[in-house]
């Protein structure tokens, strides 16, 4: 079946972007990005973009379907584990959100998804409420409502990587000490994306991360008579923000880290809500042209330690996969939020421990030949409550939910889930046993660790921009006129360099000064030539990064 889907995309996807050529051949050149390596990236109307770190391929849109390839026909190329080795796990991911909402003297329950696994579509596009309901094909919004992925801007002042590019920057900021939410905050506003806004810096939580934005309010992106949506309650007005956290390091790189904002934007109070992350999980040759491989993949939930809110996936080998070294891929809830006696929205804290958030309400597995029963009850099956405890072979999906909260005006509800992939634990071709998913168990645990211990509260603090115990102490005189002393300690001899750096993000002086002692060490730095006005001083000792603003004045 998934053959005609694909069929009806590459259809539909022809129509859509022979539109999207007629509308840029009349519009501003803005619509095209050069990157680094002198290449021109048209930022399409929807795009799909991967990470380049890590040890897992999983790319995302700016709409909310993710794990495509982003060529149109979506074959099995948006999640690879290994990189590079062609073994596929996820055909396409997304978020469910369900609520009911009074609509006159009726209470409607209302659904949405950013991924619809019964044609690969989502009910979102590309950008921000603030700025209108429909998707807009103007090029400078197009390329302000991309994929961003952070290792395209420096990370001391969010400023793009390519000095062609002067429109966009790096659009989440750290924000004050005291605030909750310390992954950092969204900016609407381009020109406000810099130092000079949020002196703390750009919010950068993994070694690479992809962030989109997406909304819920584009009527004709549901299926049905568009009056008829709209007597119903829809849209509901959310405001999706989406981040996507790799790493690079031995021990974390066989992870992925997903987060969700879900932002009310409507003046409707939303009561009963649910989040509810949706994947057609399908372990293939990514380029097997026999998608008979899809139908033979098994799910199970992991009832021996519900704290992890895990369910896994992996393959039968009845249908060419065998000696092809096809592992687990398991998804859990690794955040879930937490509620007020009434039922709303805590938002009094940066970190919930899981005793005190909502966890895993609901796990149902269901087969490709159930999508339309599935669909067409969907808030039912969200709030369910059911944990399915696994799945025969079959072409499946996953669907997780955690609920019920209310939400009022200017309410966002958030949402961390976690994909991890490892090897069969005895070896040889997976089966599922508890004894064979040991080391997949292990990884969820050190994931989860990693993300309370590690993450929470250390990545997101302020103070990890002072890495280890190197700082700077001071600068003086503040404002300084021809030259400006620094002081700073616990230094690890050897060179280190220092940067001044306007508020553009421009690099207006480096230098290189050999440090022979780990104490208090000063430096001075003659400032004649540099013109008056605010700047940011950063010190980089062996890796270990600091920053300082300071100012010019004569």
């Known amino acids: 079946m998934k053959k005609t889907y694909i069929f009806l995309t590459i259809i539909f996807c022809f129509i859509l972007f022979a539109g999207f050529n007629i509308l840029t051949a009349a519009t501003s050149p803005k619509s095209q990005k050069a990157v680094s390596d002198g290449l021109q990236r048209v930022i399409m109307a929807i795009e799909t973009r991967g990470n380049t770190l890590g040890n897992v391929t999983f790319k995302i849109a700016n709409a909310g379907n993710n794990a495509g390839d982003g060529q149109g026909a979506r074959t099995h190329g948006g999640c690879i584990w290994p990189v590079n080795s062609g073994r596929a796990y996820i055909y396409g991911q997304g978020l469910g959100f369900a609520a009911k909402k009074r609509v006159g003297d009726k209470v409607n329950k209302l659904t949405t998804l950013s991924y619809n696994p019964n044609n690969g579509y989502s009910n979102h596009v590309p950008g921000r409420i603030e700025e209108g309901d429909s998707y807009s094909w103007d090029p400078v919004l197009r390329e302000k409502y991309q994929v961003y992925i952070s290792t395209e801007f420096d990370k001391t002042t969010g400023q793009s990587k390519d000095t062609t590019v002067t429109v966009q920057k790096w659009p989440i900021w750290k924000v004050a000490d005291g605030q909750t939410d310390k992954f950092g905050v969204y900016n609407l506003i381009t020109e406000e994306r810099d130092l000079a806004n949020y002196p703390k810096g750009p919010a950068m939580v ?19 008579d568009r009056d008829e949506m709209k007597r119903l309650g829809y849209p509901m007005r959310l405001q999706y923000e989406e981040s996507v956290f790799y790493w690079n390091t031995e021990q974390y790189k066989d992870i992925v880290i997903i987060y969700y904002k879900v932002i009310n934007m409507s003046t409707d109070t939303l009561n009963d809500c649910y989040l509810a992350p949706l994947s057609d999980n399908d372990i293939i040759d990514s380029v097997a042209t026999d998608t ?37 891929v398991g998804i859990s809830l690794l955040m879930t939020p937490a509620v007020k006696q009434d039922g709303f929205l805590r938002s009094d804290k940066n970190i919930y421990q899981p005793d005190e958030q909502l966890g895993l309400k609901t796990f149902e597995l269901f087969p490709i030949e159930s999508d339309t029963i599935v669909l067409g009850d969907l808030y039912g099956y969200i709030t369910s409550g059911k944990k399915a405890a696994s799945i025969l072979p079959s072409d499946i999906r996953l669907l997780y939910s955690t609920g019920p909260f209310n939400m009022l005006p200017g309410d966002t509800a958030k949402l ?35 993300f309370y211990d590690e993450i929470l509260t250390k990545i997101v603090e302020q103070e990890t921009i ?6 700077i102490n001071s600068v003086y005189p503040n404002p300084a006129v021809s030259n400006v002393n620094i002081d700073f300690n616990k230094l690890i001899s050897g060179y280190t360099n220092v940067e001044i750096i306007n508020l553009m993000g421009q690099k207006i002086f480096s230098g290189n000064y050999y440090i022979s002692d780990n104490g208090t060490n000063s430096l001075t730095l003659n400032i004649e030539t540099i013109a008056q006005g605010a700047y940011v001083l950063k010190i980089t000792n062996k890796g270990q990064i600091s920053t300082k603003m300071f100012s010019i004045l004569r």
């Open 292 to 328: 008979a491989q899809v139908s033979n993949d098994i799910a199970k939930y992991y009832s021996t330690d519900t704290t992890l809110n895990l369910g896994y996936t992996w393959t039968n080998t009845d249908k060419g996969e065998a000696g092809k070294h096809f592992g687990y």
């Open 466 to 471: 002072n890495k280890g115990n190197f700082s």
């Open 416 to 450: 961390f889930v976690m994909l991890n992939f490892a090897t069969p634990s005895k070896g040889g071709e997976a089966d599922g046993t508890d004894e064979d998913v040991v080391g997949l168990v292990n990884q969820v645990k050190l994931g989860r660790s990693f």
């Open 206 to 224: 993994a070694d690479e991360q992809l962030h989109t934005v997406f909304k819920d309010t584009e009527i004709a992106k549901y299926l049905g």
